[in-house]
C-alpha cells in the first residue's frame, strides 16, 4: 500500500513587494510594454523573491500522527497550505490519497454570511460526503463545540473561540483519511485544547492520519509517534522519532536565545515600538545572569521607537516550560497601568515581589501592543534560568520534577 502522503522536490516561492498596476485593458498594458519594453522587465526582474519551501522530501503512512515544528517562518504553515490544496507549489510534486480536512485559522472553510448550522453541511459536501453522511453526525458536532445556542447564527458573529471550536469539531467529526491541524487551537481555552487532544488522538486510533504544527512541545509529544524539524524553508531534522525532533528543535530555541533581540528578523507586528533587549534584576538593580526561585526580580523590556508618542501601550510577557507548556503571563494590562507615551527608546519594568518559578529553564515571548494593534512580537524570544531558593522560608523545595510554579501556603490542623 502507499504512502497516503507523498511529497517529493516540494518548494514555494513567494514575490515579495512587487508593485501591482491598475487593473487596465489589454491594449492599454500591449500600448505599455510596447513604450517601454526594458522598463517593464527590468521592473519584474527586480521584485524580490524569497523560498518558503525548497526540496522537502516527505512520505507519510496511513495512520500516522506527525508532528511538524519549527520556528516561525521555517514553512510549517505553507506545507500546510500546499498539502490542503490551499496554494500550488512553485515546483515539485504532492500526492495525497484520501480526503484531507484542514484547520489551518480561524474561519479556514467558512462562508461568514451562513449560519453554523449550513456551514456544517457545506464543509461535508466539499468533502464529498452525502448530506444524509453529515446529518449522523450533526448532533455529535454541535454538542463537541458547544455552540447548541447558536447554531442557526450566522457565524460572521461568532466570537473567534466559538469559530474555532465549530471549526474543529466539523474538521475532526466528518471522518476525513488525513486531519491538518496548525496552531490555531491555541485559540480555544485550555479545556477545549485538552478536549482537542484527546479527539486527534481517537481519530488516530480509528487508523487516520493526523499532521499537528504546534510551538507547544508538550502537546506533539504526547500526540505525535514521528515528527518533522523545518529551518527557513528546509527539512532540519528528517522524519523520525518524537522526542529526537523535539530535542533538535529546542536546540534550536536555544541557540536563537542567544541572539541579539534588535537583530531578530523573525518577528510580527507594525513596527512603530521595536524591543531591543530584556535582561532581569535585582532589587539593587544589579543584573542577574541567573534567578532564583522566591527573590524579587525587575524584568526590564528595552526598547527603541520610531515615534515620540505612542498611545495605550500593552507590554506582555509570556513564559513557557522549555518545552512550550504555558506556565504563566505578566502583562500591565492585567494590572490596570497602561502606558500612554514613550520617548525614543527607554525601557518597560515588570517588578515580581517574589518570583514563583521552580528551578529550571523557561522560555520568555515578548509582545507589545498600542491601541489593540501589535507594534513587536518575538516568540522565543530568550530563555532564563531560574535555580534553587528559599521560597518558603524553610530551606526546603519539591523535587525539580514537581516544582514548576510555587504557591504560597498555609496548612492547619483540625
Known sequence: MP?????????????????????????ESLMHFARSPLRALHRNGEAPTVWALKDIELEIERGDVVGIIGRNGAGKSTLLKILSRITEPTTGRVELYGRVASLLEVGTGFHPELTGRENIFLNGSL?????KEIGAKFDEIVAFAEVEKFIDTPVKRYSSGMYVRLAFAVAAHLE?????VDEVLAVGDAAFQKKCLGRMQDVAREGRTVLFVSHNMAAVSALCA??????????????????????????QVSEMARVNLAAR?????????RITDFRAFDSQGCELEYLSAGQEVDFRIFYSSTVARVE?????????????????????????????TTGNEGYFVCKVKKLPLGPGTYTINLIVRSNEMIQDWIQEATTIVVEPGDFYGTGRMPPQSHSG???EQEWKES
Request: cysteine-free; proline content about 4%; glycine content about 8%.
Open 3 to 27: 504512502p497516503i502522503i507523498r511529497v517529493h522536490k516540494l518548494s514555494k516561492q513567494y514575490r515579495l513587494g512587487s508593485a501591482s498596476l491598475p487593473y487596465s485593458t489589454i491594449r
Open 127 to 131: 468533502l464529498g460526503m452525502t448530506h
Open 176 to 180: 476525513p483519511e488525513i486531519l491538518i
Open 226 to 251: 514521528r515528527a518533522m524539524v523545518l529551518w527557513q524553508g528546509e527539512v532540519q531534522h528528517q522524519l523520525g522519532p518524537v522526542q529526537t525532533a523535539v530535542q533538535n528543535y529546542l536546540s
Open 265 to 273: 528578523t523573525d518577528r510580527q507586528g507594525a513596527g512603530k515600538i
Open 312 to 340: 495605550t501601550i500593552v507590554v506582555a510577557i509570556g513564559i513557557t516550560s522549555q518545552v512550550g507548556a504555558f506556565v504563566s503571563m505578566l502583562s500591565n494590562e492585567l494590572t490596570g497601568q497602561l502606558f500612554q
Open 405 to 407: 510554579m510555587l504557591m
